[in-house]
DNA sequence: TTGTAAGCGTTATCAT
DNA sequence: ATGATAACGCTTACAA
């Protein structure tokens, strides 16, 4: 291995003790005289000194480091809430890394530990399989990416989901849509059911008819989208509406459709939800429910940085809603 | 802080010394036997024992972790390389953390000094800013994601983007194209300028004119494609292909087009470079030159573990250019 | 097969 | 204003 220089030799060249190295770089400079100071500095310029962050943190029990685990890097709503965490993070002081879940219940896990063993000072998660206790048990301050019904311990920040899915459908019925399908994205997570009861009740409600088997589970990426979609456009009876869970799931429903000789929207409307970038860019481009992914992302970060520097009382759990946007754009009209 | 239990706590239940406990958590089992392996393991579970890798780290000089740092985490492309990467690098052990460069110099160099100080084992960058030479001062093994063509040192991993440039080319000259405009994605890579070169040498070679008011400097993202797709539908004598730097400008480009009432492919021809999911989306879909996104990702993975290994020659660099191919879709047609 | 003890590079405590 | 010294939790010769 390469011998990098230590405080130590920093210390022997400035000609003082590594206890005051040690207080040069870590800015703790009220009690060192200006000139120490200086000598200190061009020792470590002369060396090119590194401090050494393991070494560091192995004293201080701090890394500086938090980490965001996400399910599907791929899905582009992740990284624009990622910029959000990244700014406000940078801000504080910290690094985020990243840990790729792959909707994988064994890697989630994993990642959970090695959260532990590499001893990340803070936790952002959009959590598929693991529960709310498994998160806990890691001790690590921890703050929850999305709204999980079941959680009521950890911060939560996410959209309004069900009020974006109710905006949707409201919009749809307005158009005069009666036979609206739901292409609904499922991981086990038990928002997945109650996105559904969401979905039924709207109709419950108004009470208009409630066709359940218009419900289709799909995989939460365009692959689910186009299979939900093809199987939607072989029922004897189709919908003249379809909503996806995200976009992603829409815009494969979206390039099916138009594969198979189906008109978008003459013959069939589709809407998604998140609004992502390519959402604008399919043609008929998509009509989505906007979320505001950079601000879950700011208020998210902000949340973990109270929990982590115990700013907040503990055991009051925050929960925070992102309000949602209707965005009406070609892909949706009134049925024939 | 939370007082974790350490080696020393576990040592004391299972009535051994830390020395034995640390052979059983590093499968150093040789020399432990089966029945003091049990009472170890036991003594772990009973605990919630979780190894320190910080501890370890600093006595090992080793943190099984390996840095991947993109400039732009939003360009679809990245995230299939990192799968790759990871996939690969999950087999050998490694953790892959996401660095988020944002075509910022400032970040790049912070996050390689940020690299230094947490003592990751390896680096993968697409390097931006930063020289061969900072990257190597590191020390630190390193593998380029990308073809740089000043650098003769570290090992790359690319696609042949001069061949995928040509190609394209060739297929719009093939199609009757006389008029080609080129959207350079730059960011003071000196690989913009080879790659400008490699495009008008192209011109020269054939002896068709070549018209360097037609190559166009933007931003490496969709909005870039945008502006500079403006620039082109207001010049007198118009392009009747746009060929992209990579399918984000290109999209961006097709967007522009559509929005001014231009039809695409009938009035100009659009290609991209790259095949990002969001290519195959568009109406029309967009013809471009794919490049094997994840074979890039495991073969620079495992360049790096040669590296890290030290299973290659030193000083031989190595340099790997996966062949691109070039796919067809109704971007692009015969100019009217 | 097991244990003792030194040391990785910091920071924190207590003197001076 | 500066320094000596003891941790932090682990791995690794070396001894037994």
Redesign the interface.
């Known amino acids: 291995?390469?011998n990098?220089p230590t405080i130590i030799d920093v210390a022997k060249i400035a000609g003082v003790s590594k206890t005051t190295v040690s207080r040069v770089i870590n800015d703790d400079v009220r009690k060192v005289s200006d000139e120490t100071v200086k000598r200190v500095r061009q020792a470590i310029e002369e060396l090119g000194y590194?401090?050494?962050?393991?070494?560091s943190?192995?004293r201080t029990?701090r890394?500086n480091?938090i980490m965001l685990m996400i399910p599907d890097?791929?899905n582009?709503f992740w990284?624009?809430v990622?910029?959000g965490i990244?700014d406000r993070m940078d801000e504080a002081g910290y690094?985020?890394?990243?840990?790729?879940l792959d909707w994988n219940h064994a890697r989630e896990q994993d990642f959970l530990?090695?959260a532990?063993?590499?001893?990340v000072d803070g936790i952002l998660i959009n959590p598929i399989h693991v529960s709310e206790k498994q998160i806990i048990t890691t001790?690590i301050p921890s703050v929850v990416l999305g709204i999980r019904p079941g959680f009521n311990t950890l911060d939560m920040v996410g959209s309004d989901s069900p009020a974006a899915m109710r905006e949707a459908l409201a919009y749809l019925v307005r158009l005069g849509h009666e036979r609206i399908a739901l292409l609904l994205g499922s991981s086990e997570t038990g928002s997945s059911h109650s996105r559904k009861n969401n979905f039924l009740n709207f109709f419950a409600e108004r009470d208009l008819p409630v066709q359940s088997e218009f419900v289709v589970n799909v995989r939460f990426d365009?692959h689910g989208g186009e299979e939900g979609m093809t199987q939607l456009l072989q029922m004897p009876e189709k919908p003249t509406a379809v909503i996806a869970s995200n976009d992603l799931i829409a815009?494969g429903a979206?390039?099916v459709a138009?594969s198979m000789g189906y008109q978008v929207p003459k013959d069939i409307s589709i809407m998604g939800i998140d609004d992502i970038?390519?959402a604008?860019?399919?043609?008929?481009a998509l009509s989505t429910v906007r979320k505001d992914k950079y601000q879950i992302g700011k208020i998210a970060a902000n949340y973990l940085i109270q929990r982590m520097t115990a700013a907040v009382e503990q055991g009051k759990q925050q929960i925070s809603k992102v309000p949602c946007q209707l965005v009406v754009r070609g892909s949706t009209t009134r049925p024939a």
Chains 1, 2 share one sequence.
């Open positions: 291995m390469v990098r590194q401090h050494n962050s393991i070494a943190s192995l029990d890394t480091i890097i791929t582009p990284p624009e990622a910029r990244q690094s985020v890394v990243f840990a790729n530990k090695i532990m063993q590499t001893r001790q365009n815009l979206l390039q138009n970038y390519a604008s860019l399919s043609i008929p």
